[in-house]
């Protein structure tokens, strides 16, 4: 199963974007780059038909929005919260797990939320991994 990714669009005024492949609007990664703090970026959100599911296409999405923004921004704190979709069969422990196996890393839990930090470049990372994005100012 070979994909292509490809830019659906740009928003202007946010500095959002949203990397789709051939999949319409059912299978994509989008994230933003923050406005408030330098070299932060969010990944907003990463859908997957159910049928696409296990076969590595989340982590391929992923790695290029990490690989696109790292062109961009070598320096930056990428953050990501795992939180289930009702009904999808995922549960928090899977998003974790995958997280995680990206190289993402746990700094705080609220109720059925995980939010997740990876750094681009160890030297910028704290010692400990603020929950505070001001560290970044």
Same mark, same amino acid.
């Given at each position: 199963?070979? @994909?292509?990714? $490809?830019?659906?669009?740009r928003e202007q005024d946010i500095n959002s974007y949203a990397y789709l492949e051939n ?5 994509? &990664?989008?994230?933003?780059? =923050? ?6 970026y969010s990944i907003e959100r990463l859908d997957i038909l159910s049928e696409f599911r296990r076969k590595g296409l989340a982590r391929k999405l992923v790695n290029d929005a990490i ?9 930056? &704190?990428? /953050?990501?919260?795992? /939180?289930?979709?009702?009904?999808? *069969?995922?549960?928090? /422990? =899977? ?5 995680? +196996?990206? *190289?993402?890393?746990?700094?705080? @839990?609220? *109720? ?19 929950? $505070?994005? +001001?560290?970044?100012?």
């Amino acid at each position: 199963m070979t @994909k292509s990714f $490809n830019i659906r669009y740009r928003e202007q005024d946010i500095n959002s974007y949203a990397y789709l492949e051939n999949y319409s609007d059912d299978c994509y &990664c989008m994230w933003r780059k =923050n406005n408030e703090y330098k070299n932060v970026y969010s990944i907003e959100r990463l859908d997957i038909l159910s049928e696409f599911r296990r076969k590595g296409l989340a982590r391929k999405l992923v790695n290029d929005a990490i690989k696109r923004i790292k062109i961009e921004c070598p320096q930056a &704190c990428i /953050e990501i919260t795992a /939180e289930p979709d009702t009904d999808s *069969g995922v549960t928090i /422990e =899977n998003l974790v797990a995958f997280y995680e +196996s990206l *190289g993402f890393e746990k700094y705080l @839990k609220l *109720g059925s939320r995980v939010h997740f930090r990876l750094y681009l470049d160890d030297s910028v990372k704290p010692h400990t991994v603020y929950d $505070n994005l +001001s560290y970044f100012r």
